[in-house]
């Protein structure tokens, strides 16, 4: 994709045609789209959640009569499989409009907290109230679920959004577009507006209530940076270089198909790929058989029955092919692959694993996002965890072993926002979880209760009957030291003295 003439141009990665173009929106018109949907939160903020609910369900119902038009404009956009498009873009997106259907209700009810005694006859509630205008910015490589999830969320919890999808992929966010406004939306409680990073930079110098990006972590930066200079509070969900650690016991040939998998479904572009495998020394050999032995029975290109279709993303292979020639060039080794100048022309690059590398290299240091899997043999388990932890990433994370209490020990200490035992990525697939990153992967988390939360002020609530004339605290102040003295030391010790703290709390109600 590029821009111009204020157009964006939608190319195919697969064939390098023209699939269509799209009207970029005017930054002049910034202002108008942050009035519009100031105004909708009027009303849609008053909606009670049961109603915002029922936009959500002829949403989901719209997608599901739609699927495979979406699941084409998906793959034709961004150049991945269309089994790809329908298991990891569309299926994710629907399974959250469903979960929040089920449990939204009852995650943004106001709820009743417990009063602690020194607060005697008041109640307590937490009240969940919407922040206002939310922008959601999102990238090409989910384009869909990256949008419309964080979309949905803070549609639930009573927020207006903006959206800026990912100029790379511009059918994607007119088809976003089109799904909201066909489930019959009001009128200003979704925009979207399309363009690249100045009409992204524009909408973040707006007057946005609360930024959702996902993205690079170079761009987070620049988005903190605008937003905190109005405290504008955000949620970063950023890159990832998540490790894979195999242990000599584990069922290896699961591991081997789990993480080339993880290492190259979507030609590596997820931000939870496997971008590092420490395997134990013990099997590091015998592994690598194995992993070439799967990578030698996968098939690319861009039909029903391929198994990874293109980068997306043309600038992306620069940066995988970085990596690469800097790993070849210090004595690194392919397991599988070629090197870069062999590459065939156009945007399918080869699953490639590569041995003997140092943990240095750009390849295990930074985010690679293409099919490029370093591989690094272990001695002990201290070791992978340290070496696991040694990035300035944590976002996902699995461990392999058949000895549970070792995975979940080994899990607790990686620095990461998940970790999976004997499985990969899959913790995003479950709505119920939280989603987020530690480190430079980011700020926040979203998904289960807490990702409608995040869009919400939450508010401390209590209540007084109003019936007594004073407060014990409040002034006069006169003779009320050693009685408040006796009252917190009663109160506080270990063993509480009930005569006492009742004789004390008496006479300060008295000399109100
Ligand atoms: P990107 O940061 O280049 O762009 C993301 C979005 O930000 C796009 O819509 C872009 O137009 C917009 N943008 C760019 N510059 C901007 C600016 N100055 N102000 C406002 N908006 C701006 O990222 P990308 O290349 O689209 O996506 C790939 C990256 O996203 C990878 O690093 C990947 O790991 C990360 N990612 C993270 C997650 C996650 O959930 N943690 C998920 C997917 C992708």
């Not at 519009?36 to 989901?60: C, G, T």
């Not at 956009?77 to 209700?105: F, S, W, Y």
């Not at 156009?346 to 930074?366: A, S, W």
Request: glycine share 8%.
């Amino acid at each position: 994709m590029h821009s111009a003439h204020e157009r964006l141009q939608a190319i195919s990665p697969s064939t390098g045609k023209l699939l269509g173009e799209i009207d970029e929106t005017p930054i002049q018109h910034v202002d108008v789209f942050y009035e519009k949907s100031k105004m909708a939160f009027n009303q849609w903020s008053e909606l009670p959640v049961s109603q915002r609910l029922e936009y959500l369900k002829k949403l989901k119902e719209y997608m599901v009569e739609n699927i495979e038009v979406i699941a084409k404009t998906i793959a034709d956009d961004t150049g991945k499989v269309l089994t790809e498009a329908l298991v990891a873009d569309i299926m994710p997106t629907l399974d959250a409009i469903q979960h929040i259907c089920q449990h939204g209700t009852k995650m943004l009810k106001r709820e009743k907290i417990k009063t602690p005694l020194l607060l005697i006859g008041k109640k307590s509630f937490v009240e969940y109230m919407p922040r206002g205008v939310v922008l959601v910015i999102s990238p090409w490589n989910y384009p869909l679920q990256l949008a419309v999830v964080p979309m949905i969320s803070a549609l639930a919890a009573g927020n207006t959004v903006i959206l800026k999808p990912s100029e790379v992929t511009p059918l994607v966010g007119k088809c976003i577009e089109e799904l909201f406004i066909s489930a019959g939306f009001p009128d200003g409680v979704v925009q979207v507006a399309h363009g690249g990073k100045e009409v992204g930079a524009a909408f973040t110098n707006g007057s946005p209530d609360y930024i959702f990006f996902t993205g690079s972590v170079r761009t987070g930066k620049i988005i903190q940076e605008v937003a905190a200079k109005n405290l504008v509070p955000t949620t970063l969900e950023l890159g990832g270089k998540d490790p894979l650690i195999v242990f000599a016991d584990a069922n290896l040939e699961r591991a081997a198909k789990g993480a080339v998998w993880a290492a190259f479904t979507n030609s590596g572009q997820v931000c939870m790929s496997a971008e590092r495998l420490y395997v134990e020394k013990s099997v590091y050999p015998r592994f690598l058989e194995l992993l070439k032995k799967e990578v030698d029975k996968l098939v690319q290109g861009n039909d029903e029955n391929s198994d990874i279709g293109t980068m997306t993303f043309p600038a992306q292979v620069e940066i995988v092919k970085k990596q690469l020639d800097e790993a070849l060039s210090r004595g690194a080794e392919l397991v599988t692959g070629v090197p870069s100048h062999l590459w065939q022309k156009g945007m399918y690059l080869p699953p490639t694993i590569v041995k003997n590398v140092t943990h240095d290299m750009k390849i295990i240091q930074e985010e690679a996002f293409g099919p490029l899997l370093p591989v690094v043999p272990f001695e002990t388990e201290e070791q992978a965890i340290t070496l696991a932890n040694d990035t300035v990433y944590g976002l996902n994370a699995s461990v392999w072993t058949h000895d549970r209490a070792k995975a979940r020990r080994v899990a607790s200490r990686l620095v990461s926002g998940a970790v999976v035992i004997n499985d990969v990525i899959v913790t995003v697939a479950h709505h119920g979880l939280p989603f987020g990153g530690t480190k430079q992967s980011g700020i926040g988390r979203y998904h289960g209760s807490g990702g409608l939360r995040t869009f919400c002020h939450e508010k401390a609530i209590m209540e007084d009957s109003g019936r007594r004339k004073s407060e014990i605290q409040w002034y006069p102040y006169k003779g009320k030291y050693p009685l408040f003295l006796n009252l917190f030391k009663s109160y506080f010790q270990s063993k509480r003295n009930w005569s006492t703290f009742a004789r004390m709390y008496i006479k300060l109600l008295k000399r109100n």
